[in-house]
């Protein structure tokens, strides 16, 4: 089969290039995460102290990945982690002041508007695009599912 007409193959590799042009701005705009670091990052950004069971639904991670990550997040001094008053298994994650601050300066990277500045999509195809992805998405997931 053509690679070239592979529609897996392409969104493998827009996403491997995607991932190093996040690697390349956060460097250049000296801001100290990884990628998927950025990604909990954006979640907290948005709705902070969340368990680690919902950043998890965000980072595309199995456990053992995403709790690495947050423990990178937490020596960077960036989050905190604390279990649940109610229910002490639950683990949350929460921003710490230093976390809160560097949200500035990963604005200034332009990430959040790489779907903007790369794609130029109408509304429509932009909603088509997300609705193709999504359902293979879901296709490859019920695979991986019924193993």
Do not use: C
């Not at 670091?37 to 907290?44: I, P, R, Y």
């Not at 950043?55 to 960077?76: A, E, F, H």
């Not at 710490?96 to 779907?115: N, P, R, S, V, Y």
């Amino acid at each position: 089969m053509d690679a070239n007409k592979s529609v897996t193959y392409h969104i493998t590799k827009t996403g491997n290039i995607l991932r190093q042009l996040v690697t390349k701005r956060l460097k250049e705009g000296e801001v100290n995460l990884t990628p998927e670091e950025a990604t909990l990052m954006n979640q907290l950004w948005d709705d902070d102290e969340q368990t680690v069971s919902e950043l998890g639904q965000w980072s595309i991670k199995d456990p053992s990945t995403l709790t690495r990550q947050i423990d990178g997040l937490v020596k960077k001094g960036y989050v905190e982690r604390f279990h649940g008053v109610k229910d002490r298994r639950n683990v949350f994650v929460k921003l710490t002041a230093e976390g809160k601050k560097l949200k500035k300066q990963f604005h200034k990277t332009a990430i959040q508007h790489l779907d903007e500045h790369l794609a130029h999509l109408s509304a429509q195809e932009l909603e088509t695009t997300i609705q193709l992805l999504l359902d293979i998405q879901n296709r490859a997931l019920a695979e991986l599912q019924d193993q």
